[in-house]
């Protein structure tokens, strides 16, 4: 046999050996929703994560409680309202709920936000997001979105209970409200604008650690550390500009700018109301340190390795 021969029948025989097996690989022929579709599943999912849904026990029981505390002066006056005989009780005021709860507010996004961020980064699925639809600022902009959302279980929540709760504490629900409709406006922009400057904050240090426990530990320290330090320079310092320090705490910002939207005076004894500054200057501020905030997490996701 000649060495041509060999050679075809080595070809015959591989070619009779070798099989072709149909896949069921097809091309997709459904709708193609988009960019937009794409942005609101991501805020669909990240909110969800936000409150540990489709997720552990575990995943839940920290937001369940954080809320639950959040919630509970106002549930106590919404229950004294519809039950007890008193004519205009109110236990909380609505320009003095974030002073009471602010501690709360800290620890919430410290939980949370490192699941709604920084998730993604530590099991590396951020290159499969950054390959579809969305862009990069898509990205930031729909996480930033939900993690304010998700704030808002905390802060509009409550204080929409506890105005239910005046009004059923008055003689008259209907008149009450009516007379007391110009609140409205303060408390939704309170909860919106507070809810968006802690959740810039919470999200863009969230995004620069993806580690979990190290996230929530950077988190509160840039949330609570800030409050004493102010306390201290504007009440023990006599120096110019140590009151400069209470424009710097995120959360005395919070309610500054929420006493502005109410109209109202600081209450006592709060470094809002030592510093001597005007409430307006708190709502300037925490405008400012919410869009350098959202700018810088803008830029971290511009540049993120995937």
């Not at 949370?112 to 961020?117: L, S």
């Not at 993604?120 to 990205?139: G, K, N, S, V």
């Not at 922009?189 to 969230?206: H, P, V």
């Not at 550390?225 to 023990?236: D, F, N, R, S």
Request: charged letters at 15%; aromatic letters at 10%; a neutral charge.
């Amino acid at each position: 046999m000649t060495a041509t021969d060999q050679g075809s029948q080595h070809a015959s025989t591989s070619n009779e050996s070798s099989s072709i097996y149909d896949l069921g690989y097809r091309h997709y022929e459904g709708a193609r929703l988009g960019r937009r579709y794409a942005i609101l599943a991501l805020y669909r999912e990240s909110l969800r994560a936000a409150f540990g849904l489709g997720r552990s026990t575990g995943a839940k029981i920290g937001p369940a409680i954080l809320i639950t505390i959040a919630l509970f002066p106002a549930v106590v006056q919404l229950i004294i309202g519809a039950l007890l005989p008193f004519d205009e009780l109110e236990l909380v005021r609505h320009d003095d709920y974030y002073n009471g709860v602010k501690f709360v507010l800290a620890l919430y996004v410290g939980v949370v936000a490192p699941d709604v961020v920084g998730r993604d980064q530590r099991t590396r699925t951020l290159t499969l997001y950054f390959t579809r639809a969305i862009t990069r600022r898509d990205y930031a902009v729909g996480k930033l979105a939900a993690m304010t959302t998700a704030m808002l279980a905390i802060t509009l929540i409550p204080q929409l209970l506890l105005f239910v709760g005046n009004a059923l504490a008055s003689d008259d629900f209907a008149g009450h409200a009516s007379a007391n409709w110009d609140l409205i406006f303060p408390i939704v922009g309170s909860a919106l604008f507070g809810s968006w400057l802690i959740a810039s904050i919470g999200t863009f240090i969230a995004a620069q650690a993806p580690q979990r426990a190290f996230a929530t530990v950077c988190i509160i320290v840039a949330f609570l550390l800030p409050i004493p330090i102010a306390a201290v320079l504007v009440e023990e310092i006599d120096a110019t500009g140590a009151s400069l320090a209470a424009l710097l705490s995120p959360l005395d910002l919070v309610d500054g700018l929420t006493y502005w939207l109410f109209r109202s005076e600081a209450a006592d004894g709060t470094i809002v109301a030592l510093s001597g500054y005007a409430m307006s200057w708190f709502a300037l501020a925490a405008a400012v340190m919410g869009l350098l905030c959202t700018g810088l997490l803008l830029r971290r996701y511009a540049t993120v390795q995937a």
